[in-house]
């Protein structure tokens, strides 16, 4: 087994066995998120985290589209999203209309300060609250 796997697994187990509270950011790309009234709306296609905090600020989750072609890319306020276990997902109280007239982007985002200030407004979260 090569050592990276090994430090890996080694990971995972303690993880595991000390917190079902973390997660390794790998483990959340690809999750689902859902709406409370149990629709799918997209994945999580990664995760973005603030260079000096280390906090996780949004998850950026793919709508729409087939085989990747047509999707486009919402960043979620992190502090928007619930955990739900029975789901196995992430729930975000929104509908498929309020995420269509969300911020969002169609390919690789230059993310500025003011494409941030944006997606917050409309979430109706303080900029930087994750700091």
């Known amino acids: 087994m090569a050592t990276a796997q090994r430090k890996t697994d080694a990971l995972d187990r303690q993880v595991k066995s000390t917190s079902s509270d973390i997660i390794a950011a790998d483990k ?16 999580v296609d990664h995760l973005m985290i603030d260079k ?5 600020c949004y998850a950026i989750m ?6 990747g ?3 486009s890319y919402h960043p979620l306020p992190w502090k928007k999203l619930d955990y739900d276990p029975a789901k ?6 929104m509908d498929k209309r309020q995420l269509e007239e969300a911020p969002h982007y169609k390919s690789s985002a230059d993310w500025s300060p003011e494409y ?8 109706g979260v303080p900029t930087n609250y994750w700091i």
């Open 116 to 123: 941030g200030r944006r997606v917050d407004t409309y979430y």
């Open 28 to 43: 959340v790309e690809g999750t689902n998120v859902y709406n409370p009234a149990g629709d799918k709306l997209g994945t």
């Open 62 to 67: 793919s709508f729409g589209g087939f085989l």
């Open 69 to 71: 072609i047509g999707e």
């Open 88 to 93: 196995g997902g992430f729930v975000v109280n």
């Open 52 to 56: 000096r905090s280390g906090q996780v």
